[in-house]
């Protein structure tokens, strides 16, 4: 064991130097890796529009990023798991339900999986789904309001990475679990992993109208590592598949014990006959215990609900529905072809990438052509589910997606390139050097029915020489790529924010005509909601002091508020009477220990100030809105928590 440990530990150290010194040519600035028809390429000039939408995941920074291709211009960040100063989302007393879950509030999280709704397996741009990996939830934003509509929590998962996939039509959204873990939670020795540990792989229902989110089932699987996972399509409809690493079950030094096994697995999970089965009465409920928040529109305000059990399935309860797929090599990324048919296991410590059939899995079951079984669950034989292998393509694949004509694109983070190939023949057609190593790649539908195949984005994990240098710290950098013609042209270079695991891009078509512009005022049902000037008032109630408030260029209304004493709570409670597209206004008080808000035209948002010292306060408005945004603020008095001032509130001395 030993002797294959080091040899093990020497070829890792071997890769690592592969990935810190292959590909230093960025610097190579005079070989003309630009010319200038690929500049016009990405040029989107003054005032024109871009032609597809790219949503970023943020990863440790918990949220997403919304940039423009070709331009690679960054339009928004949609705060989503983590506290969020620059709108006040996670501080502002309707929006800190958001970010509730089993263990309190978290205010923070690592978004990793980016996945825009379907209907037929085509990007439909209703929403868009992304997966919190550290306390694992799953988040969807209005893709009319840009906004972080729910998120769910999901229990008897840890490290939720196989996420946040979609069925065909969004039946769907799935979350598998990386760490297996005990079920239920329960204080036990962590050597006793094996055997003992599980891992749940959770179908997420959506609801067709309002996209809310349920869990419907949980599939307890053995304990392995649950990495990622796709959709079938087409003919596989009906099935998702998901790789596994650690099939050994280490429950330590998982880089060299997780990889003993010359193969691990693909885990076909045919969930139709799992929802049947659960239809009909089956699987067990069992106590559970995990947050679903609401945002609720209309209201502007959201709530959050603790659920109390989730539903579980056997996999062997259900003949016929889970079978595993054997493949090499601790295979990381689980991509389907957009006909269905191919399964790419993308093996990260293998130097050839397998793909399999749907078809050929389909005729080995029926043929029940089984190679033993884990804990119950059938093995296929490898040889009977192969369609191909993709030969010496690069070295440590990790994702694959496609153009929609007959291609596939897979990254190689330790080769450090974009390897194109074809669908059928197997043969590799053109690879690209990437600046460096790397992860993930998207292409706007890769990953459904219908791509979109004119750019490919790389996300590169590192990014080293390839910007000013700004401390030991830099943002990973993104790559364009023209992918219209035969061979693949790198077009151009671009600082993402956090670190964007995955992205999940649209035709602007599909979303720019429906962008909300502004809330209808009339519409505004939030409780403190405030619709025309004349309701403005301060109210107390015990230590509690509410401040209804409202907002127009360029004044508050009120402006001067006495009364207010030490002690007191202090909820302002603003609506934004603007009705124009783009005049936000904000809110900022001196000393509160949260955030300012950003409040949207039409929108209640509200923010709790607890003074802690007498006097006369100023708050202001944030955003420069008029040529009188410097004139926008106003005065607070702040009075001993013994003194009788009375509550009273004025605009313009009245
Ligand atoms: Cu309102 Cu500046």
Same mark, same amino acid.
């Given at each position: 064991m030993k002797t294959c440990k080091f040899q093990l530990l020497s070829l890792f150290g071997a890769l690592m130097l592969l990935t810190s010194?292959?590909?230093?040519?960025? /610097?190579?600035? @005079?070989?003309?890796?630009?010319?200038s028809s690929n500049a016009e390429k990405v040029y989107v000039a003054p005032g024109e529009h871009d032609e597809f939408y790219a949503f970023l995941s943020g990863g440790y920074s918990g949220n997403v990023t919304v940039y423009g291709l070709p331009s690679g211009r960054m339009f928004k960040e949609i705060p989503v798991f983590s506290q969020f100063p620059t709108s006040g989302y996670g501080y502002s007393e309707e929006t800190k339900p958001m970010l509730e879950t089993s263990h309190g509030f978290v205010p923070w999280d690592d978004s990793h999986h980016p996945e825009i709704s379907l209907t037929n397996g085509e990007l439909d741009g209703r929403w868009l789904f992304i997966n919190g990996n550290n306390t694992p939830r799953i988040a969807r934003i209005s893709?009319?309001? #840009?906004?972080?509509?729910e998120i769910i929590e999901v229990p008897n998962s840890a490290g939720n990475h196989s996420s946040s996939f979609l069925t065909e039509n969004s039946e769907y959204v799935v979350a598998g679990t990386r760490f297996s873990v005990p079920i239920p939670q329960r204080d036990m020795p962590i050597n006793e992993y094996k055997g003992n540990f599980q891992g749940a792989l959770s179908f997420i229902s959506v609801d067709p109208e309002h996209g809310h989110m349920d869990i419907k089932f949980q599939i307890i699987m053995p304990g392995f590592n649950y990495d990622l996972s796709h959709p079938g399509r087409g003919k596989s409809h009906g099935w998702f598949f998901f790789t596994t690493y650690n099939t050994e079950e280490a429950n330590s030094l998982q880089e060299v014990f997780a990889s003993q096994n010359d193969k691990d697995f693909i885990a076909a999970i045919n969930w139709k006959k799992v929802e049947e089965y659960v239809n009909n009465g089956g699987g067990t409920k069992v106590p559970a215990k995990y947050a679903h928040n609401v945002y609720d529109e209309s209201t502007h305000t959201a709530t959050s609900t603790m659920k109390k059990e989730v539903l579980t399935v056997n996999?062997?309860?259900?003949?016929?529905?889970v079978f595993f797929l054997p493949t090499p090599k601790s295979p990381h990324g689980c991509d389907v072809d957009p006909t269905g048919n191919y399964i790419i296991g993308n093996g990260k410590l293998s130097a050839d990438l397998t793909v399999h059939s749907f078809d050929n899995m389909i005729a080995a079951i029926e043929g029940e052509k089984f190679d033993g079984e884990a804990y119950g669950i059938p093995i296929l034989k490898f040889e009977d589910v192969l369609a191909g292998t993709v030969k010496s393509s690069g070295l440590g694949p990790l994702h694959t997606e496609f153009d929609g004509k007959g291609n596939a694109y897979t990254t190689f983070f330790i080769t450090s390139e974009v390897v194109k190939w074809k669908l059928g023949t197997w043969e590799v057609i053109d690879r690209k050097p990437t600046y460096y190593s790397v992860g993930h790649l998207m292409i706007p539908?890769?990953? @459904?029915? /219908?791509? #979109?195949?004119?750019y490919l984005v790389a996300l590169n994990k590192i990014t080293k020489?390839?910007?000013?240098?700004?401390?030991?710290e830099t943002e990973h950098s993104a790559q364009l790529y023209d992918i219209s013609g035969e061979k693949m042209e790198l077009l151009s270079d671009f600082p993402t924010h956090g670190e964007p695991h995955y992205a999940a891009g649209i035709p602007t078509e599909l979303l720019a005509p429906k962008a909300k512009k502004i809330y209808r005022l009339d519409e505004n049902k939030h409780p403190y909601a405030v619709t025309s000037p004349d309701q403005a008032r301060v109210e107390r109630k015990g230590n509690e002091v509410h401040i209804y408030m409202s907002t127009i260029r360029s004044h508050f209304t009120p402006d001067n508020i006495e009364g207010v004493k030490v002690g007191d709570k202090v909820y302002f409670h603003i609506t934004n009477h603007e009705q124009d597209f783009d005049v936000p206004h904000g809110f900022a008080m001196i000393g509160q220990n949260s955030s300012e808000l950003l409040i949207m035209p039409g929108q209640t948002k509200s923010s709790l100030w607890e003074p802690k010292q007498v006097g006369v306060w100023p708050f202001y408005c944030?955003? #420069?809105? @008029?040529?009188?945004h410097q004139e926008m603020q106003g005065y607070v008095r702040v009075s001993p928590a013994k003194s009788n001032i009375e509550l009273s509130w004025s605009l313009g001395g009245d």
């Open positions: 010194c292959g590909n230093n040519n960025g /610097k190579n600035k @005079s070989s003309g890796a630009l010319n893709l009319t309001t #840009f906004e972080t509509e996999p062997l309860d259900v003949p016929g529905a539908g890769g990953n @459904s029915r /219908k791509p #979109f195949g004119k020489d390839r910007y000013l240098p700004v401390g030991p944030t955003d #420069f809105c @008029s040529a009188l």
